[in-house]
């Protein structure tokens, strides 16, 4: 069975950085976008980012220019750096990976306050 396992999730000032790590546990195959998308308190989930295997990246225009997606040397990893956060980044980070099926991880929460 898969499973996309999250981490770096945590609490951080306006301004500040966090790194999101999203790894597939399980086998894999044929993998061609993985993404993050966020979901806060009584709003719809939304696309923050994704990257395809020929590295082409997709931008919420919320976070263009402060949030970075990209692939790990691991297969089936992918990050999610995030700096300048402000307060309305605070939100449930989910990981997705898509190919011949559609996977999510469980969501790891993001807080942006002073």
């Known amino acids: 069975q898969v499973h996309l396992v999250e981490s770096g999730g945590g609490l951080v000032q306006p301004g500040g950085s966090l790194r999101l790590s999203c790894a597939a546990s399980g086998s894999i195959f044929s993998v061609n976008v993985m993404g993050w998308y966020r979901q806060a308190p009584e709003k719809e989930r939304e696309l923050v980012a994704r990257?395809?295997?020929?590295?082409?990246?997709v931008y919420a225009d919320s976070v263009k220019g402060r949030f970075t997606i990209s692939r790990g040397f691991a297969e089936n990893t992918v990050y999610l750096q995030m700096n300048r956060l402000k307060l309305e980044d605070t939100a449930v980070y989910y990981c997705?990976?898509?190919?011949?099926?559609?996977?999510w991880g469980q969501g790891t929460q993001v807080t942006v306050s002073s």
């Open positions: 990257i395809t295997s020929l590295g082409d990246t």
């Open positions: 997705k990976m898509q190919g011949g099926s559609v996977w």
